[in-house]
């Protein structure tokens, strides 16, 4: 797509000059003229008096080079390991992958490297048709050079047309390392993932400038084409006990590496998470009344695979450090799930957390100024509330 | 208002608003329920070669003038008192040298004192006298190659914390107003300690003082100037810092303003906010209007004195005078405006306005200055009378 | 040592709101600034420097406006600059810029490697690691702290989900950097005075030898098709009933938003 001006229409004013964070609009016989260095961040389109800047979208995807694309098929997925057990999010892109493959009507696979027989078997049932699995001992742990090496050439040889990989501290550091081999696209966070019928092409929807926006991303022209995604974003496909495949052993012979890990160090989760990168939020206030509160909210926060957050009262109270203060005085944060427990919503409080996705407030009070904000308001105390929901959530997970 | 600064200025006042915003606010009131001193601020200003805009580019500085560091001690104040306080009274621990230092000190001195590496202290206020600076009885007597000092200096900004203090004593008593020096004391001389750290009302940060001389020998070379110049290196010493503690004045009442600005525009009360409310715009209106009168008058005042005008006493004077009291009114004012929550110590007004008081007692109280610019009236007027 | 930092000039996202009625981002006044996890990288190379004795690099790609924010790094302390500029570069994605960075970074020489996590704009964190590939040197990604550098090798801890893995590393090598590696420091007056006299390099693309096929709009695999605003907020929903009923409900709602 590219983001015009209607010439013809424009009046000369030039307030989307000033508007561009990349200097991509320049005057052009006194015309406003979009050059190459415009990143679609659409600044310019809300600023235009006039309203006669517009996106084109491009008529259709050029079919490439036939050759570059010819020949690959097959729906691949990175199944990340630690420890031994292989990551949630690899069952989640076999979900997603299974209903690209069934789209694209290929095979879908699984790539493993490390962990035990077991799981490659498990990939199977959780729907891949073949495993490439080696578990050779420089796979055990993560290593950056070993991992893309034999990525990549695998990749080579067998021609998928789409690898995925999960957006972890894992995905996101080796597999750019691979798609810079191939010298293919390769696109980041993917929220959604679709097949345009009509070219085959994989559709990656992903956000950018901070979420504020999203993106459709193409990879027409160059195979395999390469996309990470965060977990919990996308769903699980079935576990099917019955299901059969096919696991193949790969060699893993004369794997280089220039980096050494020394030791592995275990944090515990929820508190050490740094606030701002949490995707989910669990924060207490003064309405807790008691700093233990914070150890019921801690436990929430690490059943929702988040950290937790306070705000001044309670920081101040003494009840928890700073570091985990949301708020005007505080950090701001703005993850995909914010739950206020015990938090009267004072404004200062508020300017911290207001741009998070989804806002869960749980206090006594009906009047309290945090439910103007809330997607979803229980009136009711924190301590009955709270308790059963974690009991709740467990009962689910179990059941899963 | 646009006061046409250059280019220098302005990346020197972008630079201390932005210390002042990222990591002065944030810890502003720790600093002054604990009054502890901002150590680490202050290295964050030695980092940003904020020490060196008043030493000389020979000896390792920025050599700017008054105007300079008086932009900078303005945005540290918008933040906080405490902290802008440790750090102007370098420069008045340091004016006795550059005004009368030797060659020979200044190489000393002066290239630390621009890194920020050793802080420095101007100590003349004794328990006898404080606006009666005649009144001083620390003793210096010289013995051989060394003077030997004896006394109690009281409420010396940054005692304890710097290194280098600018000590005024007397050498001869019965020379009366020609009888004091200047001398320099560096921390841990033999004989040199420090007293009790007072509790203060406000400017809590800032860390004040005792120094005790008992029979602390210092070498002869730590005479600054002649002997009987102590007075006079005073007086000028004091010249120029005046202009700083106007700016500290603008810089408290400036930030103690928009604080009320902020809270009038989202405090409901009767359905509007408080700030639609006439009674509350003039009170604002006559806060902005004295706010930007206190600073062209500082301006005004540093830009003379660094024109390397002679006679700055009047002038400096009276920027000091007209910025402080204005200082404590607009900072009273600012905290009425916001009401009950003004008082409260969530807010940061309170503190502004128990620090903004100091302004209008040291480095001469408004009396004395009122006394200072009235016997200038006198000299000029006399002058005038004569050509008649 | 030559410590080469890549930054990146963008406009503050964290300031950046969505119009609801026109869709379109609302930029007014929003600055452009040094990518924040670029600026824990110039900090890093600094202190690195500090230890190691050397010379810091400050290199970005983008177009001439950049040289502010390099301007920006001088002022911090950083020795030298380099500003890859072209009209043939525009429209790069993070492969194309990885390939034309590693150009630069070859012609320029270094024993060190700095890049932040990710740019706040595009959000990617790819360009590092790709870069890594191109050099053909190891990198190690989410450095959060150093815990030994020298002429012969590094040792850092890597941050992961639940903790982070301390790994070595011989020179030369890439890292990328998260913000609790360091604090970024204030420039100094001297740097800010020094930085507006400095000569900042600007490099072309023939400069560096980087094949046109490989740069830009031509040489990125990958394209933006389309752009969108994200779904808009859902309405506001007070939860009824007795205790049960309420987390029933709330408990129905997380696992719509997938976090159970």
Same mark, same amino acid.
């Given at each position: 797509m590219r983001i015009v001006v209607d010439a013809e229409k424009c009046t000369g004013c030039e307030a989307c000059i000033e508007s561009c964070p990349y200097t991509a609009i320049e005057m052009r016989e006194g015309k406003a003229f979009i050059n190459e260095y415009c990143q679609f961040c659409r600044a310019c389109m809300s600023i235009c008096p006039e309203g006669v800047i517009k996106e084109v979208l491009e008529v259709a995807d050029t079919q490439a080079s036939v050759s570059d694309i010819e020949g690959h098929r097959g729906i691949w997925v990175f199944a990340e390991q630690r420890n031994g057990k292989v990551a949630p999010v690899a069952y989640e892109l076999l979900g997603a992958g299974r209903r690209l493959a069934d789209e694209r009507r290929t095979e879908l696979c699984a790539v493993l490297f490390g962990g035990a027989k077991p799981e490659a078997e498990g990939l199977i049932h959780w729907g891949a048709d073949r495993v490439y699995f080696s578990n050779a001992r420089i796979f055990g742990i993560f290593n950056d050079e070993p991992y893309s090496q034999l990525l990549f050439l695998l990749i080579q040889e067998h021609r998928p047309e789409i690898v995925l990989a999960g957006a972890t501290p894992i995905g996101r550091s080796f597999f750019p390392r691979v798609a810079a081999r191939l010298g293919t696209g390769l696109t980041a966070d993917c929220t959604a993932l679709e097949i345009d019928m009509e070219t085959g092409n994989l559709r990656q929807i992903r956000p950018a400038f901070g979420g504020n926006i999203m993106a459709a991303i193409l990879c027409p022209h160059k195979r395999p084409q390469m996309a990470t995604v965060r977990p919990r974003v996308m769903k699980r496909g079935v576990f099917d006990e019955e299901k059969k495949g096919e696991?193949?052993?790969?060699?893993?012979?004369?794997?280089?590496?220039?980096?050494?890990?020394?030791?592995?160090?275990?944090?515990?989760?929820?508190?050490?998470? /740094?606030?701002?990168?949490?995707?989910?939020?669990?924060?207490?206030?003064?309405?807790?009344?008691?700093?233990?509160?914070? /150890?019921?909210?801690?436990?929430?926060?690490?059943?929702?695979?988040?950290?937790?957050?306070?705000s001044r009262g309670a920081v101040d109270a003494g009840w928890i450090s700073y570091r985990h203060q949301v708020g005007q005085t505080g950090r701001t944060v703005c993850p995909k799930v914010y739950v206020a427990c015990g938090i009267s919503g004072a404004v200062q409080h508020i300017v911290g957390m207001q741009s998070s996705e989804v806002i869960i407030a749980i206090n006594k009070n009906p009047e309290a100024p945090i439910f103007d904000v809330a997607t979803y308001g229980i009136v009711g105390d924190v301590y009955e509330v709270v308790p059963l929901l974690i009991r709740k959530i467990k009962e689910i997970r179990g059941q899963q | 208002m646009d006061y046409f600064l250059t280019e220098d200025q302005l990346m020197i006042r972008n630079l201390a608003r932005q210390i002042a915003e990222e990591r002065v606010v944030p810890v502003r009131q720790e600093l002054d329920e604990r009054e502890e001193f901002p150590s680490e601020i202050m290295k964050i200003l030695a980092q940003s070669d904020l020490f060196a805009l008043f030493i000389p580019e020979a000896y390792g500085g920025l050599g700017k003038g008054i105007l300079e560091f008086s932009i900078a001690i303005e945005e540290l104040s918008m933040a906080c008192l405490g902290v802008s306080t440790s750090y102007a009274a370098n420069g008045l621990g340091t004016y006795p040298l550059l005004l009368f230092g030797s060659e020979e000190q200044k190489k000393r001195y002066f290239p630390d004192i621009a890194a920020g590496k050793r802080l420095v202290a101007f100590g003349i206020t004794e328990a006898n006298a404080g606006s009666d600076a005649s009144g001083i009885q620390t003793t210096a007597k010289l013995e051989g190659n060394e003077y030997v000092l004896n006394g109690t200096k009281q409420w010396i900004t940054n005692g304890g914390e710097a290194e280098i203090y600018t000590i005024i004593a007397m050498t001869d008593k019965t020379k009366g107003a020609r009888g004091a020096s200047a001398f320099v004391v560096e921390k841990g001389t033999k004989g040199f300690h420090f007293g009790k750290k007072e509790k203060k009302m406000g400017i809590r940060a800032s860390v004040t003082c005792e120094l005790i001389f008992d029979n602390c020998s210092i070498p002869k070379e730590n005479l600054i100037g002649r002997e009987g110049m102590g007075f006079i290196v005073a007086m000028k010493t004091l010249d120029q810092a005046r202009v700083g503690v106007g700016a500290q004045g603008v810089g408290v009442a400036q930030g103690a303003f928009e604080e009320a600005v902020k809270f009038a525009r989202q405090r409901v009360q009767f359905g509007h906010p408080v700030i639609s409310f006439q009674a509350v715009q003039h009170m604002l209106a006559d806060m902005a209007t004295e706010i930007e009168a206190a600073r062209a008058i500082v301006y005004a005042v540093a830009r003379y004195v660094d024109s390397g005008a002679r006679d700055i006493t009047k002038e400096s004077a009276m920027a000091k005078v007209f910025a402080t009291d204005m200082a404590m009114r607009v900072t009273t004012n600012a905290l009425q405006?916001? #009401? #009950?929550?003004?008082?409260?110590?969530?807010?940061?007004?309170?503190?502004?306005?128990?620090?903004?008081?100091?302004? +209008?007692?040291?480095?001469?109280?408004?009396?004395?200055?009122?006394?200072?610019? #009235? +016997?200038?009236?006198?000299?000029?007027?006399?002058?005038?009378?004569?050509?008649? | 040592m030559n410590i080469v930092v890549c930054i990146k000039q963008v406009p503050d996202t964290t300031e950046v709101r969505i119009d609801a009625e026109t869709n379109t981002l609302m930029r007014e006044g929003v600055p452009s600034i040094i990518n924040p996890y670029d600026m824990h990288a110039i900090e890093a190379g600094l202190q690195i420097r500090e230890r190691t004795g050397g010379k810091v690099i400050v290199l970005t790609m983008g177009p001439p406006q950049a040289e502010a924010a390099l301007r920006n790094? &001088?002022?911090?302390?950083?020795?030298?600059?380099? &500003? &890859?500029?072209?009209s043939a570069f525009a429209g790069s994605d993070t492969w194309a810029t990885a390939y034309a960075l590693s150009k630069a970074v070859r012609k320029i020489g270094a024993d060190i490697i700095l890049c932040g996590k990710q740019a706040i704009d595009g959000d990617t964190a790819q360009v590092g690691p790709e870069m890594g590939e191109f050099l053909d040197i190891p990198h190690i990604s989410y450095v959060r702290k150093i815990e030994e550098v020298h002429s012969g090798g590094i040792r850092v801890q890597r941050l992961m989900d639940d903790g982070y893995d301390i790994v070595e590393s011989s020179l030369p090598v890439l890292l990328t950097v998260v913000k609790e590696l360091n604090q970024p420091r204030l420039p100094s007056l001297k740097g800010k005075i020094a930085a507006k006299k400095a000569e900042i390099k600007k490099w072309g693309h023939s400069d560096i030898g980087a094949e046109p096929a490989n740069i830009g709009l031509k040489g990125s695999p990958t394209l933006v098709k389309q752009i969108f605003a994200p779904e808009a907020k859902k309405d506001r929903k007070l939860l009824y009933g007795t205790v049960e009923e309420q987390v029933d409900a709330l408990v129905q709602e997380l696992r719509g938003l997938g976090c159970v």
């Open positions: 696991i193949i052993h790969v060699d893993a012979e004369g794997l280089l590496s220039r980096t050494k890990l020394v030791e592995t160090v275990k944090e515990v989760s929820g508190m050490t998470v /740094n606030i701002q990168d949490a995707e989910v939020i669990v924060s207490g206030g003064r309405g807790l009344g008691d700093p233990k509160g914070f /150890n019921l909210l801690e436990e929430l926060a690490g059943l929702l695979g988040g950290t937790v957050g306070a | 405006v916001m #009401g #009950g929550s003004g008082y409260m110590r969530e807010y940061p007004v309170e503190k502004m306005m128990r620090d903004a008081k100091i302004l +209008q007692i040291y480095e001469g109280t408004n009396q004395i200055q009122r006394n200072v610019i #009235g +016997q200038a009236l006198i000299k000029e007027a006399a002058k005038e009378g004569k050509k008649q | 790094a &001088l002022s911090m302390g950083a020795d030298d600059a380099v &500003l &890859l500029t072209d």
